[in-house]
Every structure is written in C-alpha cells, then in structure tokens.
C-alpha cells in the first residue's frame, strides 16, 4: 500500500499546480468579465491545446478525438492493456466559476504526474479526457463530449442550431471537425476498464460536515412537469369566499404540501416549483388559472417515482376538493445513474485513509459520468466547495482541500489499477 500514498509534501506542491492551472484556464474566455467557454469555439481549442501541453509534460501522448474531446494516454506496464478512464470537462456556463470541471481534469494529470516522476508503471493504462461539452451552453444539448465516448451521439444533434443559427455540423467545419467522423470517437467497450471522475460538490454537504472530499453514491435522476390548476375567473369584490374556484390559493396549497412531504421523505429527495404564473393576474380579479412547473430529483428511481405519484395525487385531490381542474405533463426525465459498489468502495477507502472518514453523499446535478455510466462502471469523488456555489464567479475550493483530493485519487487509481 505505501507505494500508492501521495505525501502531504507532494500533495501540497500538485494541488498548487492544480490552482494555478485553474487560473491559467480561466483567462481562456470568450470575454475579459467572466468565465464563458462554449463547445466548438477557439476558446475551447486553446484550453484543449494547453491541457495537452500539461498532459504531454506528465508522459502522456494526447490527441484530439472526433467530437471535439482532449485525450491523453499514460501507458500500461505491459502496453496495450485496458484503461482506467479519468475526466471531466472544460467546458463552461456563461459567467463561470472556475473549478466545475476543470478542477477534475488538472486533478487527473496531477495523478499521472505523480506515477511519471516516480517512473511507475501500472497494470492498467490511465488515460484522461477533458471532455468538449458537458453543459449544453451553446447548443442547448448536454454531454456531447461524452455521448461521443461512448458511440450514443444521436445523428440528429448535426443539425441543432446555436442562438446565432450556426449549426453543430458547421461549428464542427469551422474548427477543424467533420460531424460525418463522429463515430470514430467512439470506444470499443473492451478499451476501458472504469471511469473516475474528480468534481467540486455543487452543494453544501461537505462545508456542513466540515470535511474536504466525500464519495458519490448516486447522480439524481430527475423529472420536470409543467402543472396547471384551472378554476373560475371571477370579480374579487362580489363572489364571496365560500363560492370561489381560486386557482391559485389551490397552487399555494399544493405548493406547501410539496415542500412539507418532500421533507418528510428524507434528505435525498428534492422537489422544487420554480416557476408559477397566474392568469389573468389582475389585483381586483380571482385567479382562474395557475401554470407551474414540478421539478423532482433523487440518487432513486423507485422512491423517485412514489414521491412524484404522491405530490400529482395531492394536487388532483387539491384541485377535487376546490372544484378546480388539474394536469400534468412531463416533460423531461432521466434515470438516476447508480455509481458503481466496487468504485465507490476504493475511493472511500482511499479518503478514509486521507481524512480520516468518508462521508457518501449523492449528486443533485448531472456528470458526464451519467453518459459514461452507459458503457462501463463509474465513480465520483466530491470536493467541498465554499457555500455549494457553482455555475458562478464565486466558486471556490481551498488548495488544502485539493491537496487531499489528489492524495486521495491517487491512491484510488493505484489500488483499481493493481487489484
């Protein structure tokens, strides 16, 4: 085991690296006031170019694949045997923090920097990806780097315009790309034994239980639902109480039985209305109709499904009870993505051994490990980030925390890759 221990020293000096790195990419912008990187744009070309030249400096041959991905490959013992895939991405939102994803791909090199200076070789070959879009920014579609990984790229996506009208096949033209090559992207399954991906938590579990890293059992599934409750328009003067069909004191109602239920369901599942509007939304009118949106997360399918049937249930019996009317329909959904037992188990071995305990904890926001996780086992690994925010200039990590991190991913990669 002592040969897969990082020292605090050399912890200290890659997580330095790993800060400035950070910096380094975050001057790689569309603009000079906050953080954007779109996916087939020259800002993502340059960040690509760079993190080659740092994964080329940690012995790593590097390519650029068909859809746009970073690549690198730190050779096995014996060449040519499977991988141990590490990554995340280096795209970004619009005004971004600037360790959502990229704190995970200059992670993964520190690791690789680590068995290169120590001229170790290990049974597994370790290849990192810095994916080329994660977030959806520019073309309003997500993990089109990953999708590319695994070969589930849906031929459609060609044809999908960004806000200017520019097409993912033409933005591919533009940098060097043809989207009549997306296949060669693809892996053959055989290739890669597991993904790990390193990550800021976009949450505030960790800062709450005052430890640096945690394991990630689970990326919440979710559903989002437009909902509607329509009652009787009707003069806010003359039509006494006990005669109204109010849509929206029905919505308020339901509103907090969400919110209360959803508690009482345990600390896992999440259920928001983030958006109600109330028509004919005058002062001196009773609202005849309320539309608002359902959105429904967690690490589950099943108690997932049994939350979303007990919250649709209350508003139907709501909306009964009240002479009112209600619908539903969802529009988007996608399956929680388990992380794999046996990945989970080494990294919270290897951050027990680093901090002392493990905390597993599930992710409310989606990884291009849901893409991943398609093909072969993934596992995550969560660094605190001050306050859980992210997608915003105010992200923050603190280089000790880091230091762990790498400490911790290292001794992963090195038990996986030997077991």
């Known amino acids: 085991m002592s040969n897969s221990l990082m020292t605090a020293s050399e912890a200290q000096s890659a997580a330095a690296r790993v800060m400035a790195r950070c910096d380094a990419l975050a001057e790689i912008s569309e603009n000079e006031e906050g953080l954007t990187r779109v996916y087939l744009s020259p800002e993502q070309l340059r960040a690509n170019a760079r993190v080659a030249e740092w994964m080329q400096a940690a012995g790593m041959t590097t390519w650029q694949d068909a859809v746009g991905n970073i690549c690198g490959r730190y050779e096995s013992a014996e060449p040519g045997a499977k991988a141990l895939l590490l990554g995340s991405h280096l795209d970004t939102v619009r005004n971004a923090g600037r360790y959502d994803g990229m704190l995970g791909v200059l992670s993964a090199i520190e690791t690789v920097q680590w068995l290169h200076e120590r001229q170790q070789r290990l049974p597994l070959a370790i290849e990192i ?12 579609i997500t993990l089109l780097g990953s999708r590319g990984i695994t070969g589930t790229w849906p031929e459609s996506w060609l044809t999908h315009p960004d806000g200017s009208g520019t097409t993912v096949a033409e933005a591919m033209q533009d940098v060097g790309l043809d989207g009549a090559k997306i296949m060669q992207a693809a892996r053959d399954v055989n290739d890669i ?16 239980e ?13 559903r989002r639902l437009n909902c509607c409750f329509v009652g009787e328009a009707g003069h806010a003067g003359t039509v006494p109480m006990t005669h109204r069909q109010d849509a929206l004191a029905a919505a308020a109602e339901w509103m907090v039985f969400v919110e209360q239920t959803t508690r009482e369901q345990g600390p896992q599942l999440v259920a928001t209305v983030g958006t ?8 001196n009118v009773i609202p005849g109709e309320v539309q608002l949106s359902l959105d429904v997360r967690g690490p589950q399918d099943e108690p997932l499904e049994r939350l979303q049937s007990l919250l649709l249930n209350q508003a139907e019996a709501i909306a ?11 529009y988007y959904r996608i399956a929680a993505t388990a992380c794999d037992a046996r990945l989970q188990q080494a990294l919270s071995h290897a951050v027990e051994t680093v901090q002392g305990r493990s905390l597993s904890l599930p992710s409310g926001a989606g990884h291009d490990a849901i893409a991943i996780a398609e093909r072969w086992p993934v596992g995550m690994l969560f660094v605190r980030n001050h ?24 001794q992963a990669v090195c038990d996986l890759a030997r077991d």
């Open 129 to 140: 990806v810095g994916f080329g879009d994660e977030e959806g920014t520019r073309f309003g």
């Open 193 to 208: 034994a597991a993904y790990l991906e390193l990550h800021i938590e976009q949450g505030p579990c960790l800062e709450q």
């Open 210 to 222: 005052d430890l640096a890293l945690g394991v990630v059992t689970a990326i919440n599934g979710a």
């Open 276 to 283: 109600l509007s109330c028509l004919p939304g005058a002062v």
């Open 320 to 330: 009964r009870r009240r002479g009112l009317t209600f619908t539903s329909n969802e």
């Open 387 to 410: 306050r859980g925010i992210s997608h915003h200039p105010a992200e923050s990590v603190q280089a000790a925390d880091v230091a762990q991190g790498v400490q911790a991913y290292v």
